[in-house]
């Protein structure tokens, strides 16, 4: 039979809707149709997409955080060939190999507190860990975690997920406690029952980008120790370099116990996440011989996954993305501020570095309010939705709702943009709410045809 991947690739280019509609989730082709948003994408390069036409897209998604360091990285491709090339033995199971010593080694260099990885594929698979290590290493069961939060669609993870709409319907699920965001009087509550083992909490929620209230983390971090719970902050999104720090706990000066990463790690290309902790809470958990495997997983710590987390890591350094996500974010901000005070629609510009959300709000005027409400009615969200289509359909820029029945977009750029995609976004943002704010027009007859989808879906 053969296989040639750029044959098969060109003999059945355009086909993807299809075969998802055919054999994947259906709903993700029907979906996309119904927003304009079903391209064909044939090629990717830093912090822009390419369709079949070859126009050029803006990529403020960034696979949800994925390429961190732009789409198909250089180095990271170079690394991934080499490590092909070297023919190594990879996922033996029965040795130790070089590259997840090394990646490990690289890792901790950004986490002072924390001592020692575990290395899976996923974040949800990183979060996985991390409930279980607490559970283990605390003799405790339940697992606290914040109202909104996400932290991956696995059983254990959908346990402390803060949105009801995931859950239904998969219960019952582990034992848990939902807490109001950046409430510490709830927590301490919770935390004198005497049976928590950790909360788990983003520094930034990726719904909604809800940033936590200044003192919440240590806060949070004094109460945890004083009743023996273990605070775990979830990085997978805010890891590597996203919130301007190497990790967003880093702006509240916090230690946590246990953190996970995904996403960026994988430099766009290989499933990898990793839960790093403190030393002693895999002495517990691997405390024998007898307990070697009793977390693991087949694929972890793949020579794949491990060079392109290594790549990455020397890309990040290299390009110095971390404080190029702090200034080019600080630029997008000043920006959106800026406009927030000209807009009445606009409510809040939120968030930290490359991270960063915009909500929107019931206008005062008049004439604004009555297409406001009509679109709220049908269901909340739909603006924001507007939003999103605008931006893509005029301006060729990629974003997202952050969340379902948000009013919130979210912007989530590759960490290497500069000047011209900050200007490049304000000016189209702008454009867009001056069109919105004129209360007629393409963007508010979008937002009827949407209606029709949201009634009649
Ligand atoms: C904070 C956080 N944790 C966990 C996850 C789950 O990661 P994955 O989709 O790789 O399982 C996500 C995904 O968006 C996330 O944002």
Known sequence: MGFDLPGLLAERSGQGYDLHARYLNPQRPRMLH????????????????????????????????????????PVVRKALHDVLDAELASMVQFDCALLPGLLAERLLQYAPGLDRVYFCNSGTEAVEAA??????????????????????????????????????????????????????????????????????????????????????????????????????????????????RFFGYQHEGVDPDIVTVAKTLSGGFVPVGATMARGW???????????????????GSNAAAMAAGLATLAVIEDEQLVANAERAGEAMMRALEELAGRYEMLADVRGRGLMIGMEFGKPDSLKLRTSWNMLQKARRGLFAQMVVVALFHRHAILTQVSGDHMEVIKLLPTLTIGDDEVAMFTEAFDAVMKDAHRGGGLIWDFGRSLIKQAVTR
């Open 131 to 244: 409930i279980k290590f607490a559970r283990y290493a605390t003799g405790r069961t339940r697992i606290l975690y914040c109202d909104h939060a996400f932290h991956g669609l696995t059983t254990g993870s959908l346990s402390v997920n803060g949105a009801t709409e995931f859950r239904t319907g998969f219960n019952p699920l582990l034992p848990d406690t939902r807490l109001p965001f950046g409430d510490l009087d709830a927590l301490d509550a919770e935390l004198c029952k005497g049976d928590v083992a950790a909360l788990i909490v983003e520094p930034i929620q990726g719904k909604g980008v809800a940033v936590t209230p200044p003192g919440y983390l240590a806060g949070a971090a004094a109460l945890l120790r004083t009743h023996g719970s273990l605070l775990i902050c979830d990085e997978v999104q805010t890891g590597m370099g996203r919130t301007g």
């Open 281 to 299: 809470i895999f002495e517990k958990v691997y405390s024998s011989m007898d307990r070697v495997l009793v977390h693991d997983s087949t694929f």
């Open 34 to 73: 119904a927003i304009g948003f079903d391209k064909v994408y044939e090629r990717a390069e830093g912090a822009y997409l390419y369709d079949a036409d070859g126009r050029r897209y803006a990529d403020f998604l960034s696979g949800f955080g994925v390429f961190g360091i732009g789409h198909n990285h």
